[in-house]
């Protein structure tokens, strides 16, 4: 019989809220009280999200995300700055010695971006994987990838851009030489694409799930049951919120 | 004092860096970036365990490499070799 996995549409919210309940969901699953579960959300108002290891004023213009009333919030995870506006965000929760994923932790980036390449194949976009965490089309990115372990359990999120606003996100976000952001700028709008750009119309949230959602299942062959959070989850993901997300201690601590 | 170094291949390492312009004793360090190291928590660990050892190349990336091994680190992006070559960018001499 095929395995059933949790799948979860949490909709738009803060970015404190996206990353404790990603955080919830490891901690829950770890203790094996939910399923392997997948997760496709979005970010409302629009926020930057940090690598665990980043500096957050390093990385971001606080004062700049004041004025265009975007959020910011530090990862549990390592990788870069990003900005999330027009995307899909997904997290996939899973216990390290599942069958379906690898021990090795560079392997398991592939297969599960693979998932991910897998939906958007669906589109007719023809994608490829750029390790450790990107995926290209057409040679540029229009994905990013970060995975933790923690408790025995892999969490990995990462981000499908179906549109993005270069110049928004140069105004948040810090560059290293002030000299040369024009010239980064462009580059980045040669190296960055999205869905929309690719295939030259609008695609809904829904509409991108719903690709990776079958990505998942013909990657992992499984089928993904829909489902809610836990109360258990509901209420670590408010403490989370408070104690760590939400707190400037953990988003300023580097 | 801070570097920014981007690994060959890999990422970028920022270090900000104190240390003893007189002995060479570090005295505060951050390794930050847009890496990949598991556990994450091992970073800080090791930036607890360079302060107060001396900013020496060759001692600085033998005692990265030993943490590694100790404490079953894996990086990704980043290596014993490249932290050290970022830290010594730091170093005005």
Redesign the interface.
Known sequence: MTEEWRLLQTGHLSAAENMAIDRAILVAHSKGKVPPTVRFYGWNPAAISIGYFQQLTEEVDLTACEKEHVEYVRRITGGGAVFHEDEVTYSFVIKENHPHISKNILESYKTICQAIMNGLDRFGVKTAYAPINDILVNNKKISGNAQTRKQKTVLQHGTILTDVDVDKMFRLLKVPNEKIKGKLIATVKERVTSLTHELQKDFSFDDVSNSLKTGFEETFDISLVHGTLSAEEQKLAESFEKTTFGSKEWNHQR | MKS?YKVPDG??I?I?LDYDQSTKIIESI???????????ES?QQLEKVLQGKKLDESLLEQMIKEFVVTNNV?F??ISPRSITDAIMRCSND
């Open positions: 920014i990422k970028l920022k900000f951050t390794i930050a970036g847009d890496f990949f190291a598991y556990p994450e970073i894996e990704i992006g």
